[in-house]
T-cell receptor, first 116, second 112 residues
Framework: NAGVTQTPKFRILKIGQSMTLQCTQD?????MYWYRQDPGMGLKLIYY???????DKGEVPNGYNVSRSTTEDFPLRLELAAPSQTSVYFC???????????????FGDGTRLSIL | AQSVTQLDSHVSVSEGTPVLLRCNYS??????LFWYVQHPNKGLQLLLK??????LVKGINGFEAEFKKSETSFHLTKPSAHMSDAAEYFC??????????FGTGTSLTVIP
């Protein structure tokens, strides 16, 4: 019963490098989300997806891209990494309830990313 | 617009004493409300949720919360704190659409 799996757990990048944060879930959830967590700031939504082939921007999408080619996977791409993107990134998933906001989210353990 | 305010960034209690973590929300619609707990270096875990059924919601590990519409509050309580309750707690509101809005968190310290 893996739930939501994120890889890698830790990463250090240099300014200007790019990388992909991986997220996969085995619960057949329609909805998937990417958040970033900064100290004292709670979680901010970067992107979300309501199903394969459908993505939408959240509150803080600049500097990131996502894709959703399968129900299971929702990778987050950082292009041209900047120090402001140093954060802890969480992927989450949930069922497509009625309404969708009724359904709790299941979270991965996070990816800790430092941009130096 | 939806928003959440967690009124205390840090709360300290002695083991065996009651816990109160306060949360006020703002929502244009009838909201769904959640409390999550985050232990160090871990993801968030659902404690309980309110989705317009009973206003007193019971969750895991002895936690409960009461939805008070007149006060726009959803405070989290536990009668007796345990050392394992030490963690970060997040209050979350949804307008029942596709997005969730998180409070800034309350760090709970339990003193032996």
């Amino acid at each position: 019963n893996a739930g939501v799996t994120q890889t890698p757990k830790f990463r250090i990048l240099k300014i200007g490098q790019s990388m992909t944060l991986q997220c996969t879930q085995d619960m057949n959830h329609n909805y998937m989300y990417w958040y970033r967590q900064d100290p004292g700031m709670g979680l901010k939504l970067i992107y979300y997806s309501v199903g394969a082939g459908i993505t939408d921007k959240g509150e803080v999408p600049n500097g990131y891209n996502v894709s959703r080619s399968t129900t299971e996977d929702f990778p987050l791409r950082l292009e041209l990494a900047a120090p402001s993107q140093t954060s802890v990134y969480f992927c989450a998933s949930s069922y497509r309830g009625t309404p969708p906001g009724n359904q709790p989210q299941h979270f991965g353990d996070g990816t800790r990313l430092s941009i130096l | 617009a939806q928003s959440v305010t967690q009124l205390d960034s840090h709360v300290s209690v002695s083991e065996g004493t009651p816990v109160l973590l306060r949360c006020n929300y703002s929502s244009s619609y009838s909201p769904s409300l959640f409390w999550y707990v985050q232990h160090p270096n871990k993801g968030l875990q659902l404690l309980l949720k309110y989705t317009s059924a009973a206003t007193l919601v019971k969750g895991i590990n002895g936690f409960e919360a009461e939805f008070k519409k007149s006060e726009t509050s959803f405070h989290l309580t536990k009668p007796s704190a345990h050392m394992s309750d030490a963690a970060e707690y997040f209050c979350v509101v949804s307008d029942r659409g596709n997005q969730f809005y998180f409070g800034t968190g309350t760090s709970l310290t339990v003193i032996p």
